[in-house]
């Protein structure tokens, strides 16, 4: 198998670890941050300017690319990588998020789940193995297993259950898995706020040994304090040589609690969601730079950023594209946004060598704010 | 003045004719075609793209940017190319095309025009003078004379009317320019499909003198047989040492059309804006990438060129980026589409040169196809 993950050190002062992830595409540095590509792109960029960014690795949605253009349009393209001229590595997530997000009718089977496409309305069903073999089509360096992820707050009956069926699910997509040898199969940890069911869960996808393990079920709606709580208890139960990822989370805040717990690995669609809508993540906090008060700033959105925006725009500018509706402010937000998360996990892992993990965090907050909610993405 | 305008080569054929143009910012070889930046951003393109295109010059809205940032904002920001980070030539209109495209209402006086903003309804007055003011604020290289654009068709009486007020109209604007030094303001020459109101009309504005000459009122819904018929008598008519535009005109048919009677620059919205609606322009004619046919299509958009677009992707990838609504879908086909047009420039800049000229149109066509509308931009 190519997949290869080595622990390089540890945090003295908290659960942060530094790492290495290999793939067949690439050399990932942990903790990361991956951008979304949904639909085989990353919002408004190029490979070019993710490259540029510091991106390593990017993410896709299974659900997305299996409904449009289809997974076999792509795997007879060369797979995923080929398709939408990325290099580098590629994790897809199964397809299970979005079917209990997305979707307004479900049925959920022991075989599987049945339900309508979001826009069209069109009955779907997914199933372990569809979306291993899915996953198997796209060529990702990385897949996800097929899980049932519950809502916030779900009860301890309804959660019991689910785990129950999302490990055997776990058990169904790994016995589906025909690329084990270049594509790496990871478990998904459930449970809620359910401190018994997480460890239960956790305790049965080891023994399964997967390559990595994901912590889903958070970033759904509960407070702050339980998401770092369920983190706090349950990266210890994995493997310290199997890397951790967090899924769905992706700003600087969460993504210094995550890292603080042992989380190596984020997604987000925060940094090009809300560049589109004219937000920038700076290293002062957030601009909203439709607001007035930038239309005659001419300074870069952050003047400590060494990115292509903050090189060569100014504030007023880039708020005159957004409000004329210019897909250029879009483009530059998002190149900045991008950069700025990337750059902050360089400095995060900078940090852990230097063993000044918490100090960093420290300072981060003390420049960019403590006050970031976390329901605005 | 630092503009300068010189004739190299005249095809022994055909009115076509090679130059050069020189700015405070650029050396332009014509002919030319300028991509169109309305809101000081050709739409979805960064500086770095255009000039991979081998965009040398582009246009600008004054209408547009006077209403949104304002030409004061941009003058306090240190000019149109500092504002939007574009170090070559660019050129501005007058913003009357657009008092006459856009606003609902209007109403001409010999002072000016009065009418209201094309969204929000506010009340709004042009003159000569303020055309002038607003481009000086933006401080492009070339500016433009602020005129009536007559619809087509429009009555001789009226066009004559129009013509003379157009002529007053251009002598105030040439006394309130105050940056003759450094940026070149050029008459335009209107008068309808009426030969001899366009033959007075240049007649008076190349008494006075203006360093180019543009040609409007035409590629506003006459047919193609008239706006050739009006370029074959209105070119020679201008001192031969003067660069011509003509205003608005972009397809590849009606370029080489306007090359063969002495045109030496042409601006259009068309490789972008169609470019945003999934349209190709390639050697062989159009492609709606939107259609079936190109789904599993892994050939370039054009086997011929060399654009980022065509080195990278394929119909395919792109056909599902335009279906998806992805931005990436756009700013591929925007890059192809414009790299297309220069690309073209260059091809009849070196027939020319070869002279060749009609020989390389007849060969275009043949590849292209003669079924182009004129219509559909």
Redesign the interface.
Known sequence: MAFKFQLLKKDPKSMARLGIIQTDHSTIETPVFMPVGT???V?????EELEAAGAHIILANTY?LWN??GHK?IE??GGLHK???WDRSILTDSGGFQVFSLADFRNIKEEGVYFKHHKSGAPLFLSPEIAIEIQNSLGSDIMMSFDECPPYPSSREYMEKSVERTIRWAKRGQNAHRNADRQALFGIVQGGEYQDIREYCTKELVAMDFPGYSIGGLSVGEPKEIQNKVLSYTTPLIPENKPRYLMGVGSPGAILDGVERGIDMFDCVLPTRIARHGTAITSTGRLLLKNKEF??D?SPVDHKCTCYTCT???R??I???I??G???G??LLSIHNIHFLLQLMADIRQAIKEKRFLEFKEAFYASYGLNESESDF
């Not at 919002?43 to 490979?47: E, G, I, S």
């Open positions: 639909q085989a792109t919002k408004t960029l190029t490979k997305h449009q253009p349009l007879r393209a398709f939408m001229n239309e005659k001419l060569y725009y100014t007023s500018y708020r005159h594209l409000k004329a210019e897909i250029l879009m483009r």
